[in-house]
């Protein structure tokens, strides 16, 4: 089975409840806790709720508002304080990427989805730029694809490859691992 994750990371919101903090970003409220789960039970479950906390950051587990977060130029102005970043991470569709707000304003927003951008706003993160093409493919691999298809294409796999790569890497700014690599129980609040 493929691994699908839409979350929400949220740093600096003044320790809100979970409640304050799902009215401020405009998600369902008058929701009971059902029980709680793991982190990763939350893969492929793109219409339930699951919120919870990890050292100094909140997590929404919900597909409808990581979309929000792409869809909404005005996503996090009633979290001015805090930085947010909303993460797609669907192997299935092959859909990889972010959206990245501090002190209410968009930094970035990136997607890749079977290949094609569907977001690309905003100037490169720390994690993006500080990648190098030899960390994304081999020496031997990008001389392969520019002989087949040019340097136009390898520019286009590269700039998808670090797309995928800077999504796992800014998981590891609000969890300290990168997703794939998530070692702690990270224990979220189902609701419903």
């Not at 994690?127 to 990008?142: C, F, N, P």
Request: charged share 30%; glycine share 6%.
């Amino acid at each position: 089975m493929s691994y699908r994750l839409n979350a929400v990371f949220v740093r600096g919101n003044n320790n809100s409840e979970d409640a304050e903090l799902l009215t401020k970003l405009s998600i369902s409220t008058g929701l009971q806790a059902k029980n709680q789960v793991d982190f990763f039970e939350t893969n492929n479950r793109w219409d339930k709720l699951y919120v919870g906390s990890f050292k100094d950051c909140s997590i929404i587990c919900h597909g409808k508002t990581t979309n929000r977060a792409f869809e909404e130029d005005n996503f996090a102005e009633a979290l001015p304080a805090a930085e947010i970043a909303a993460i797609i991470w669907d192997e299935s569709s092959e859909t990889f990427g972010f959206a990245l707000f501090q002190k209410g304003k968009t930094v970035r927003k990136v997607l890749i989805s079977a290949g094609t951008f569907e977001f690309d706003m905003g100037f490169p993160i720390d994690e993006e730029s500080k990648l190098k093409d030899t960390e994304l493919l081999d020496t031997d691999e990008m001389l392969d694809i520019i002989d087949a298809e040019g340097k136009e294409a390898l520019q286009h796999i590269l700039k998808s490859e670090r797309t995928i790569h800077s999504t796992n890497r800014l998981v590891k700014r609000y969890l300290k691992a990168e997703l794939v690599s998530i070692e702690d129980e990270i224990l979220l609040e189902e609701y419903g």
